[in-house]
């Protein structure tokens, strides 16, 4: 950026292109098929099922003309106008649409955001003289979505907020110049144009606000201490004005199209036997090990989809602890879960992508030796044993913050990194292994002291010759309830040098019970 | 000066001295993978009442490791994971392994393989025995599933070979069966020695090893402690003395005819 550039505010030197497409639901809903175009004339809404009835989510022309609106419960509608046509909405779609319009929309600028539910943001800086000038970048912009059959309005302003307030509140097609005073254009648009929650929009309405440019009559101190709990710019009307100039920034979130990696085979025979599925799948794994290898990538989601001639689609996906793009450990990993498939009466099609990949770099391949003298590496022992013995086989006991022994180690995915944790104390003995649960013993003869002397443990009687303890683990309060009892834990030793931790649940007299249980949790080395 | 003739002593001296090279040699110790190499398959057959299985093969395994010279071109320091691999039933039985307890170098390290069957379990050593990025491998199987013949364990034996990954397999409750590990011990607890500062309590774990059948070594029976992570072997009896005598006797027996 030059020194000139430099001096301007930022603000000034931006132009984004904001289109709102008012009808985009319906319009997708009509574009769908084309017998739909026959409902043109018929009143029709898209309906989304609610805890109270079937709900309006989108209504056409002729719809909106027989008193349907969004918003309205169907059974209204109804009353109004009996023989309004139904279709279900698809929230969902709409979004994806959205987003697929996104990427589209780049033909007018470098990126562009969605701006959910119905809207998208461009920014067009730099870009008009391509079209030649702004006016005819907005015409561009109609005309194209004319062709399309999506109703749009558009605006081109310094910053997302006027851009969207003029495209929404403005004639269509209005441009507001870097150098002309935004305040005075805009001060007689509504306070909705600022992009409230409705319930501001409310608070305003009663304040007797009702235009932008009455905000700055009352005082900024005024609405400051009104909204002062509002940290949300949705909430705060100050937050989305100083957007709406340029005062504040406004981060958007563009649109990064990105392809998956994608390999298909298209059988001219259907295949009916595994071997033959094996060279198949051994063929996509090579194709997906190069693609990947292109985009310098490592798969670590990959999804196997088998299109069986009579229409079934089999799917097997994949997950990979470390990214690899190793043609020979994927197809080891999808060789285990294609037993089970049944090729009915063959499979015509085979298409493998990998759903998640993460960045790997290029290295140098084994020159020495095959990998099969070299071992396998530590990513590929935990996929393969995951495939084999399932999710959750595989694990690695981290710390967690906790007093209770059994709750102070979880069990993680073994490459994950381990969480932090403070540091185990020096004093603390633990046994080398924990027992799934606790064990109730049965005291035969106590000390005085409290421990037990003699005690019996899954049939067979222990007598304790050596002890250390109490140490004593308190309830966790904060967490538990409050009858839990805390525990007395004991190091003992018994007459043929066993060792165990055993605790006392709670103690006589702590009014949390009866007389208190012992338990063996631990077995020490 | 005269020369004493060498011939003229009795060839028996001679003998003695190779039996009891041969004998010395031939007797384990801890320490003693620097000269011979890592144990690479042993079986440690322990009861599910106490840990002292887990223990003595955590003791053992750390034991060779750090005996071990480290190799031309690799890290000086070992960070390799660790696998350990348990049945269900094992689990079940002995507890899972607990990392405040584990010896401080194994606490990050570990990775635990939990196998609902037999099957999976000797798969999964198979596999852990495969990796080079596993310092060694513990395997605990309990009772003597049919999985585990001595096909099982004579391929758990080359794949070890091959890959250099010492494997301890923890046999739970187990009788002893026909296998082709190079050691086979059977451990129980001993009474530990009393800590310096509390008599009352127990110290350092000690083992009672008796290593019952070995292909390089001669059987025995040793008192194992583990402390700091250090492990010592003292004399349980003088019957193992005999046992060596014997065996090394053997092992005379069937050189000599070779050397004349």
């Known amino acids: ?525 | 000066m005269t020369q004493p003739d060498l011939s003229s002593l009795p060839t028996t001296a001679f003998e003695d001295v190779a039996t009891l090279a041969a004998r010395r040699s031939a007797r384990w110790r801890p320490g003693l993978a620097i000269q011979q190499g890592k144990a690479l398959h042993s079986e440690i057959f322990a009861s599910s009442r106490e840990a002292a299985g887990a223990g003595a093969a955590l003791a053992l395994a750390l034991d060779d490791w750090r005996c071990t010279p480290r190799g031309e071109g690799e890290e000086a320091e070992d960070r390799r994971s660790v696998l350990w691999v348990q049945t269900r039933d094992a689990a079940r039985l002995g507890g899972r392994p607990y990392r405040a307890g584990l010896p401080k170098d194994l606490q990050a390290r570990l990775i635990h393989v939990l196998a609902e069957k037999a099957e999976d379990a000797l798969f999964a050593l198979e596999e852990g025995l495969r990796c080079r990025e596993l310092a060694f491998v513990i395997g605990e199987v309990s009772g003597n599933p049919k999985a585990l013949d001595f096909t099982a364990s004579r391929r758990l034996t080359l794949t070890a070979q091959k890959h250099g990954v010492p494997l301890f397999l923890l046999r739970v409750d187990a009788g002893r069966d026909l296998s082709s590990a190079r050691m086979r011990w059977e451990v129980a607890s001993a009474p530990s020695d009393t800590p310096e500062w509390n008599a009352q309590a127990p110290g350092d774990p000690a083992w009672k090893a008796e290593l019952f059948r070995a292909r390089s070594h001669a059987p025995g029976e040793w008192v194992l402690k583990g402390s700091d992570g250090i492990l010592s072997a003292s004399k349980a009896s003088r019957q193992a003395d005999r046992a060596v005598a014997n065996w090394t006797a053997g092992l005379q027996h069937r050189r000599t005819p070779r050397r004349a």
């Open chain 1, 1 to 525: 950026m030059n020194a000139f550039a430099a001096n301007l505010p930022v603000s000034q030197t931006r132009r984004i292109l904001s289109i709102w497409l008012p009808a985009m639901a319906m319009d997708r809903w009509r574009l769908g098929a084309a017998e739909r175009r026959e409902f043109d004339e018929t009143p029709l809404v898209l309906i989304a099922d609610t805890a109270h009835g079937p709900r309006i989510e989108a209504v056409n022309r002729a719809g909106a003309g027989a008193g349907a609106r969004a918003g309205m419960m169907l059974a209204d509608a109804r009353t109004l106008c009996p023989e309004i046509v139904t279709a279900p909405s698809d929230p969902a779609g709409d979004l994806a649409f959205l987003e697929k319009l996104a990427v589209w929309a780049q033909r007018w600028g470098p990126w562009s955001a969605m701006d959910a539910p119905d809207g998208l943001l461009i920014d067009v800086t730099a870009v008009p003289h391509l079209f030649g000038g702004e006016a005819k970048l907005v015409a561009d912009v109609e005309a194209a979505f004319a062709s399309r059959e999506i109703a749009a309005r558009c605006a081109i302003a310094p910053t997302a907020g006027a851009a969207w307030a003029l495209a929404h509140y403005a004639a269509p097609g209005t441009i507001l110049g870097a150098g002309e005073d935004a305040e005075a254009r805009l001060g007689e648009l509504p306070v909705a144009a600022l992009r409230l929650d409705q319930d501001v929009v409310t608070v305003l309405r009663r304040l007797g606000l009702k235009r932008l440019g009455e905000l700055t009559t009352i005082g900024r101190d005024a609405i400051q201490r009104r909204f002062r709990n509002r940290k949300s710019p949705a909430a705060n009307p100050l937050i989305r004005l100083d957007q709406l100039l340029g005062r504040v920034p406004e981060p958007l979130l563009p649109v990064v199209p990105q392809a998956m990696p994608l390999v298909q085979r298209r059988l001219l025979e259907p295949i009916r036997h595994r071997q033959l599925l094996d060279q198949v799948v051994s063929d996509l794994a090579d194709d997906m090990a190069r693609e990947l290898e292109r985009r310098g990538e490592g798969a670590r989601r990959l999804e196997l989809g088998l299109w069986r001639v009579d229409g079934e689609v089999a799917v097997r996906r994949l997950e990979l602890a470390a990214a690899t793009r190793e043609a020979a450990h994927i197809v080891r990993l999808l060789a285990a879960k294609l037993d089970d498939i049944d090729a009915g009466f063959g499979i015509e099609m085979l298409r493998l992508r990998a759903s998640w990949a993460e960045p790997l770099a290029l290295e140098q391949g084994d020159i020495e030796a095959a990998a099969e003298n070299h071992g396998i590496a530590l990513s590929a022992l935990v996929d393969r044993l995951t495939v084999r013995l399932g999710e959750g086989a595989v694990t690695r006991p981290v710390p967690f913050a906790s007093h209770i022994p059994e709750r102070a180690q979880r069990w993680q995915p073994p490459l994950e990194p381990e969480p932090p944790s403070q540091g185990q104390l020096a004093f603390h003995n633990r046994p080398l292994k924990l027992l799934d649960r606790a064990e109730k013993i049965a005291v035969l003869y106590a000390t005085p002291d409290g421990y037990p002397q003699r005690f019996r443990w899954r049939g067979e009687v222990h007598e304790v010759t050596r002890v250390e303890g109490p140490e004593r683990i308190a309830p966790e309060w904060w967490r538990e309830r409050g009858t839990a009892r805390l525990r007395d834990y004991y190091r003992i030793e018994d007459q043929r040098g066993r060792r165990y931790w055993i605790y006392r649940l709670g103690i006589v007299g702590d009014g949390r019970g009866g007389a208190p249980d012992w338990y063996l949790q631990g077995l020490c080395a």
